[in-house]
């Protein structure tokens, strides 16, 4: 596949239908397929399609391998005032996590802080929905999650730590400051969807099967992601993976399966926290916060602009809500057979009726 890699251009209310359709068809009810869709279809709309619509097949499949139970509702315990475990029963990541979400929020009223540990939830996706939905709340949001083993230590061979994304939100009447990272020097979706394009990643990403640096996203898939930061990342990312680990009972680097695959159940786990902030006596979104990051902004070289933590998702989501967005065409004709074959169910099942 070369460079010059077909795209559609799709708006965002067909994608969410269409991606809603084609989960239906794979076995999803209405509801928990249209929530999914929407999740991934904003990560397009952010400019991030390692975590959107590509992600439908893989979806399907565990739906239909009965590794993904998409109408299962999550087990919600609470362990102590400020603790929840969440028992996804399988069920899609997005579904299980605005659920804790919902509950996190309505305990912080009492506790200040709240916190779930989530296990057996599917792929959370991107971050900063999640992490937004808990600013707007007036708390500081944070989320950890841990992924298959994809990255090389500092100084080793072979994919052994995961890239354990780290989301969190500190509101602001500035624009709240929004993180969503990963702690490999990429996402294992943005190795994909390079090598989809056909395009070579940027030196410093990731290395091949016998640890040498590669700019060939095929022989990246091969080997591993590299840390981003060197040892800092590599640290940092080991770290947030021991956290999750420890507080949701699941597993580590290797030993994490179920988010890029159909055919192994989900082990990975997830820790979602919320932090009401005037719960220490501060206000939430306070004009001292929001004047330091407007001095950011305005502290680029020769007059340029420096962007906070959010600002570009924040305006490609804007411009793309209305404009529309970039589809890989192998990736579109996918999720629209999907849909099809749904439809093309449907309409038998009525004649049949």
Not at 235 to 245: C, P, Q
Request: with cysteine; proline share 5%.
């Amino acid at each position: 596949m070369g460079s010059d890699t077909r795209t559609r251009h799709v708006y965002a209310a067909t994608a969410v239908e269409t991606a809603t359709a084609a989960l239906v068809g794979a076995g999803a009810g209405a509801s928990p397929a249209r929530l999914q869709a929407e999740h991934l279809v904003e990560a397009e709309l952010r400019g991030h399609p390692s975590h959107g619509l590509r992600r439908i097949p893989t979806l399907a499949g565990r739906m239909r391998a009965g590794l993904l139970r998409a109408d299962a509702r999550p087990e919600i315990t609470w362990r102590a005032d400020a603790a929840l475990v969440v028992d996804g029963n399988l069920g899609f990541g997005p579904v299980v996590a605005y659920s804790a979400i919902d509950e996190l929020l309505e305990r912080s009223m009492r506790t200040g802080v709240a916190v779930a540990a989530l296990h057996r939830t599917h792929h959370l996706g991107m971050l900063a929905p999640y992490v937004e939905r808990i600013g707007r709340a007036g708390c500081i949001g944070l989320v950890f999650s841990s992924t298959e083993g994809l990255v090389h230590p500092w100084g080793g061979v072979g994919p052994l730590v995961g890239t354990n994304p780290i989301g969190a939100v500190v509101p602001s009447p500035a624009g709240d400051l929004i993180l969503d990272m990963s702690t490999g020097a990429v996402s294992a979706g943005k190795i994909l969807d390079f090598a989809e394009r056909g395009m070579p990643l940027p030196s410093g990403w990731a290395v091949d099967a016998h640890g040498a640096s590669t700019i060939d996203a095929d022989a990246a898939t091969r080997g591993a992601i590299s840390p981003f930061g060197g040892p800092k990342g590599f640290a940092l990312g080991l770290t947030l993976g021991a956290i999750v680990g420890a507080l949701t009972g699941t597993a580590y680097g290797p030993e994490v399966r179920g988010t890029l695959d159909d055919t192994h159940e989900v082990s990975k786990g997830d820790v979602i926290a919320a932090i009401r902030i005037e719960a220490f006596g501060q206000p939430a979104g306070s004009p001292e916060l929001a004047a330091y990051l407007d001095l950011i902004r305005a502290s680029g070289r020769d007059g340029g602009r420096v962007f906070v933590p959010g600002d570009r998702s924040r305006e490609a989501r804007a411009r793309t809500v209305q404009s529309g967005f970039d589809v890989i065409d192998d990736v579109w004709t996918a999720v629209t057979e999907l849909a099809e074959t749904a439809d093309s169910a449907r309409a038998e099942a009525g004649h049949s009726a």
